[in-house]
């Protein structure tokens, strides 16, 4: 079992992650769909647009790793 600190945390982290959910939804990077696949919930996806957004971040981060 979770102690109280534990679960606040827990939470805590939860509404983080739903806020950042939030911003790439209007950003158009991510779409949120509830929806089940294989009776496993899904609830969004990268967009075609997120994805491209996506990998010119990790070549951005990349060239910085390359340049050191």
């Known amino acids: 079992p979770l102690s109280p600190g534990q679960v606040l945390n827990n939470r ?3 509404v983080k992650l739903l806020g950042q ?3 790439l939804e ?3 990077d991510i779409a949120v769909n ?3 696949i294989e009776r496993k919930p899904r609830t969004f996806a990268a967009t075609t647009a997120g ?3 996506f990998q ?3 070549a951005a981060f990349e060239a910085i790793l390359k340049s050191k």
């Open 56 to 58: 010119e971040r990790v």
């Open 21 to 23: 959910v939030s911003k």
């Open 34 to 36: 509830k929806t089940f």
């Open 12 to 14: 805590y982290r939860i």
């Open 51 to 53: 994805r491209k957004v």
């Open 26 to 28: 209007e950003a158009g």
